[in-house]
């Protein structure tokens, strides 16, 4: 996951820097103000963080210029993810000359990638807090609090938070994301994941359960479970992974397939959806519990970076293009009407025209319904930054990133097109954004469907013909 791409569930641009509201317990009163940046999994861990420090009598604001405390949760995906940042930093350093006790603190990626050294790089900055850390939130607010810098940027090998309730925020009310692991223990040569969030760890699959349960029971109808890389998910057994999986005996384990099964049986009203896959560890049993269970639904992110080879080794990615055309089979010959999505990155170090050939073949093969696409950022302290020269000129990264968007474009039309005429069940997430008469939702397939309001609401589960579309969205009728 999240590697060049974000992975883990995109988070939409109209998200990115969304400010926190939560419901306040009595207490000290000091408002908060949360700015969430990048991935899925930040926007799940902002829920953390409101959690704790709510925990400790913290109200939320939206408004930046109320809070006592302000936390920006940060990416280090890319470079422009970190400049990003650094601009929000400089608004919030014109706040802080009105109000000049209020505390800044940078949580996140960016600041698990700089630790002490975003203290001396941005004078502003009172808290760095890594991903593994937010438990110790409240003690180094007071410890800034009392006029001196905190840091906290320790990795753990156990921390999933599986004992803290999150408190919903932002959103849609409808759908939610669960994270089921943390941490990755692939080490994707472009990828900064490793580093800032650390070693891969699952999360007790009864607080996983418990967690849906009452998702279900606040009124919401799906569920997104999270992580970097969730086929690897396995929880018990007693010791590492690797030594349970080079034993071979899994007694007492669980595994990913046997997870969604299990929030699969919380209820048939309750959907289920999981980001990120990944194509060397996807095992044929997810597919068969997708084909299994209709709540689980038939869509998956399935990143493959690069159609060529000799690149996929050089990314360590650990599967071929041959690998990948054959799980891309499997899938469509078990889930046949499973929605596709992937991550591209063209421009990667030595990549040839032939290797970008060999991008663009696949796209037109495999025919993606959508894809998340980048060149290449180098990333400092990866072992493509250590190893490789980041030698491809930046016009050709920007050419080749061109065309494989236009492939795309074209690819997501034609996928749109060929549901034309069908009927899918859609879970309405809200009033469509262009128009207050119509209300849009997804179906299965992760494909955005809107459709004259009628007397449906947000929550409900809708059939809804399909009469036309567009590149991006798919547009009809409810139908009995
Ligand atoms: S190391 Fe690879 S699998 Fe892990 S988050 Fe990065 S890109 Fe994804």
């Known amino acids: 996951m999240q590697n060049q791409?974000?992975?883990?569930?995109?988070?939409?641009?109209?998200?990115?820097?969304?400010?926190?509201?939560?419901?306040?317990?009595?207490?000290?009163?000091?408002?908060?103000?949360?700015?969430?940046y990048g991935c899925a999994m930040n926007f799940s861990d902002s829920e953390i963080v409101a959690s704790v420090l709510i925990d400790e009598g913290f109200e939320t604001t939206k408004v930046m210029e109320?809070?006592?405390?302000?936390?920006?949760?940060?990416?280090?995906?890319?470079?422009?993810?970190?400049?990003?940042?650094?601009?929000?930093?400089?608004?919030?350093?014109?706040?802080?000359?009105?109000?000049p006790d209020m505390v800044i603190g940078v949580m996140g990626c960016m600041a698990e990638r700089?630790?002490?050294?975003?203290?001396?790089?941005?004078?502003?900055?009172?808290?760095?807090?890594?991903?593994?850390?937010?438990?110790?939130?409240?003690?180094?607010?007071?410890?800034?609090?009392?006029?001196?810098?905190?840091v906290n940027v320790l990795l753990s090998r156990e921390e999933t938070y599986a004992d803290i309730n999150p408190v919903r925020l932002g959103g849609n009310g409808v759908s939610a994301f669960v994270s089921i692991t943390r941490g990755c223990d692939n080490m994707c040569s472009f990828c900064v994941v490793p580093f800032t969030r650390g070693r891969e760890r699952s999360r007790d699959p009864e607080s996983i359960v418990a967690e849906c349960t009452q998702l279900l029971a606040n009124g919401y109808k799906e569920v997104t479970l999270l992580g970097q890389n969730v086929d690897s998910y396995l929880w018990g057994g007693g010791g590492l992974k690797k030594d349970i999986i080079a034993r071979g005996d899994l007694t007492g384990t669980v595994s990913f397939a046997e997870l969604l099964i299990m929030v699969a049986k919380i209820s048939p009203e309750l959907r289920v959806r999981f980001s990120t896959s990944h194509p060397k560890d996807m095992h044929d049993d997810v597919l068969y519990a997708m084909a299994e269970y209709h709540n689980i639904c038939s869509y998956i992110h399935l990143p493959v970076?690069?159609?060529?080879?000799?690149?996929?080794?050089?990314?360590?990615?650990?599967?071929?293009?041959?690998?990948?055309?054959?799980?891309?089979a499997k899938i469509k010959e078990i889930v046949p009407n499973c929605g596709l999505s992937t991550d591209i990155i063209t421009g990667f170090c030595t990549e040839t025209e032939e290797d970008h050939q060999d991008t663009l073949s696949l796209m037109q093969e495999v025919g993606f319904d959508f894809a998340y696409m980048f060149k290449y950022s180098e990333r400092?302290?990866?072992?493509?930054?250590?190893?490789?020269?980041?030698?491809?000129?930046?016009?050709?990264?920007?050419?080749?990133l061109a065309e494989v968007i236009e492939i795309q474009a074209k690819n997501s039309h034609e996928s749109n097109k060929k549901d034309l005429g069908k009927t899918f069940e859609v879970?309405?997430?809200?009033?469509?954004k262009k128009s207050e008469e119509m209300l849009q939702g997804r179906n299965p397939q992760n494909k955005v469907i809107v459709f004259p309001k009628e007397n449906f609401k947000k929550g409900d589960y809708v059939n809804v013909l399909v009469t036309d579309c567009t590149s991006a969205t798919l547009l009809g009728t409810a139908v009995k």
Not at 11 to 28: F, H, P, Y
Not at 137 to 149: I, T, Y
Not at 305 to 328: A, D, I, K, P, V
Not at 427 to 432: A, D, H, I
Request: charged share 35%.
């Open 5 to 36: 791409d974000i992975s883990v569930k995109e988070i939409d641009e109209t998200r990115q820097g969304e400010a926190l509201e939560m419901v306040a317990k009595g207490g000290s009163g000091k408002k908060l103000y949360i700015e969430s």
């Open 66 to 99: 109320e809070a006592d405390v302000i936390f920006v949760n940060t990416c280090a995906i890319r470079d422009n993810a970190e400049q990003r940042v650094r601009g929000r930093l400089d608004q919030f350093r014109k706040v802080k000359k009105s109000k």
């Open 114 to 150: 700089l630790k002490s050294k975003l203290l001396e790089e941005e004078k502003l900055v009172d808290i760095v807090v890594g991903p593994d850390s937010y438990r110790d939130l409240p003690n180094l607010v007071r410890v800034a609090e009392s006029g001196q810098k905190a």
């Open 305 to 328: 970076q690069s159609g060529s080879t000799r690149l996929l080794e050089l990314m360590n990615r650990g599967y071929s293009r041959e690998w990948y055309f054959e799980r891309m």
């Open 380 to 400: 400092p302290g990866t072992a493509a930054a250590k190893k490789m020269e980041d030698d491809i000129p930046e016009e050709i990264k920007q050419r080749r």
């Open 427 to 432: 879970l309405v997430e809200g009033t469509s």
